[in-house]
């Protein structure tokens, strides 16, 4: 047991006095300034009963307002406030504030929806001095957490496991990532539901937003915008169905959904009455990606060019992180040679491209399961664009990190349109475990390749700028006002 002035100690290294938490408190400082100042965010509805027992666990051994519930309190007004009561400390020449914001971290405890609401918040407040974030997980899938290090089995909430977890914090590394903006355009359809969630309820990180460009075509005649980001991955087809089928049952019966042993077992049933895991091995799916969609790619700036999928792919992941589906990496460590033919590059994290991986169906996803498993290596982009005309399905299934949603697809002479393109970086915080490569860091080219040449891939397979200057005129990853946070992973 850790005696009271070795506990004492160990809290001043992470606490945060009231008169920067708090407007108008009384500056009553610390007496040594804290080398790991930490704001921890936790999605109380999480991992069954294991978000709310975190927040209390943290608020007993940090100051109670450094800690927040997101089902309370919204991370921009929390962090907009606090950054701009540092600012205006450090105009009246308060050295304390100025180092608390110079050496501060956060905290988010939940899933990875819950994480990337708050990568987006910090980068659209465009704070002088964006802190690092580290993720608790408290989901199901994982994959941000697990990418760095973090693990993907849910935290013992009890009060070692939480000092045990600021130490790691204390101790990780700040390692930079790439944002992903994705913008959708299509027409609200006329009728129909996406029952049973409600029709055409998109995740929370995609929100419309009004149409700039005048000569935009896409933004006239009653089409609808969307926009959003994200960190980890985009996918459509096949495993969007299947999480869209998790996502639509735990919402209808929330009381099923109680610890992440439970919600794992869940998700791999619905994924053998969906057709994912015991579906045909041996044909392609019923709708194809090449049936639905035509899809380009832009390697240099300014230049799309078609990308060509194959028939037997059913389902597409454009992936920036070394995690998909609770830790399976779909592009895997390729051979150096055959990698360096087909001109491309190690998948580092902070490079502006993104890799696109197809998958056919059950025996093709279960390759990940094998060492050095993956997918069919379609490209690396820094954009990709999927287009929409009325064809082989009225629907298809997207995700983005986690949230699903079933996508109306045309039925008359009209487009939809999804467009991802590199937008910014983030700074996450990484302990020695961190499955994610940097390019700036010089150990990270030889992990990236495997040297055994026992590795198989599928085949080689002015308005780009207005649409670039599109994303600078809203708050592009913003969350609405009022959602509910039980929905959100």
């Not at 992936?319 to 190690?346: A, E, H, I, Q, V």
């Not at 993104?354 to 990940?368: D, S, T, Y």
């Amino acid at each position: 047991m850790m005696g009271d002035s070795m506990l004492n100690h160990i809290l001043s290294e992470y606490y945060i006095p009231n008169y920067i938490l708090v407007p108008e408190s009384e500056a009553k400082k610390p007496p040594c300034v804290p080398s790991c100042p930490v704001l921890v965010f936790i999605n109380s509805k999480s991992g069954g009963q294991l978000g709310g027992n975190l927040l209390s666990t943290y608020r007993s051994v940090l100051n109670t307002n450094q800690v927040f519930d997101l089902g309370e309190t919204k991370p921009d007004k929390v962090l907009h406030q606090i950054y701009a009561t540092l600012g205006s400390l450090k105009q009246r020449g308060d050295g304390f504030a100025s180092a608390i914001e110079s050496s501060l971290r956060i905290i988010v405890a939940g899933g990875d929806g819950t994480a990337g609401w708050l990568l987006g918040v910090i980068s659209d407040l465009k704070l002088p001095h964006p802190p690092p974030v580290a993720t608790v997980p408290l989901g199901t899938g994982n994959n941000l957490p697990f990418s760095f290090g973090w693990g993907k089995k849910n935290p013992g909430t009890d009060r070692q496991s939480v000092f045990s977890f600021l130490e790691q914090v204390k101790n990780a590394t700040e390692m930079k990532i790439d944002s992903w903006h994705i913008i959708m355009r299509m027409r609200a359809p006329k009728e129909g539901s996406c029952d049973p969630i409600g029709p055409l309820e998109l995740p929370h990180s995609l929100h419309a937003f009004h149409r700039i460009s005048q000569t935009d075509k896409l933004g006239m005649d009653g089409y609808h915008s969307f926009r959003g980001g994200f960190w980890n991955y985009f996918s459509m087809g096949m495993d969007a169905q299947v999480s869209y089928a998790f996502h639509s049952e735990r919402k209808l019966h929330p009381e099923k959904f109680r610890n992440q042993l439970i919600n794992q077992g869940t998700y791999i049933k619905l994924g053998c009455t969906q057709g994912w895991m015991f579906g045909s091995l041996f044909r392609p799916s019923p709708t194809n990606i090449a049936q639905i969609a035509k899809v380009k790619v832009m390697r240099k700036q300014g230049q799309w060019e078609d990308l060509k999928i194959p028939r037997s792919i059913g389902s597409i992941v454009c992936l920036n992180l070394p995690s998909f589906s609770g830790g399976f990496n779909p592009w895997g460590t390729p051979y150096r040679k055959k990698f360096l033919d087909r001109g491309l590059t190690p998948p580092f994290v902070d490079d502006g491209l993104i890799e696109i991986v197809g998958f056919r169906n059950v025996l093709h996803g279960l390759v990940l399961l094998a060492p050095n498993g993956h997918g069919t290596r379609l490209a690396q982009a820094n954009a990709v664009r999927f287009e929409f005309k009325k064809g082989a399905a009225n629907h298809t299934f997207m995700r983005i990190d986690g949230e699903p949603w079933k996508q109306p697809l045309p039925a008359d002479d009209e487009t939809v349109v999804v467009e991802i393109s590199h937008f910014g970086q983030v700074c996450m915080l990484a302990t020695p475990l961190c499955r994610s490569r940097s390019m700036h860091d010089p150990s990270s080219p030889t992990a990236c390749y495997n040297e055994d040449n026992n590795s198989s891939d599928e085949g080689d397979s002015p308005d780009d700028l207005e649409e670039k200057r599109k994303f600078g005129a809203a708050d592009s990853f913003k969350f609405p006002d009022e959602f509910d946070i039980s929905y959100l992973s």
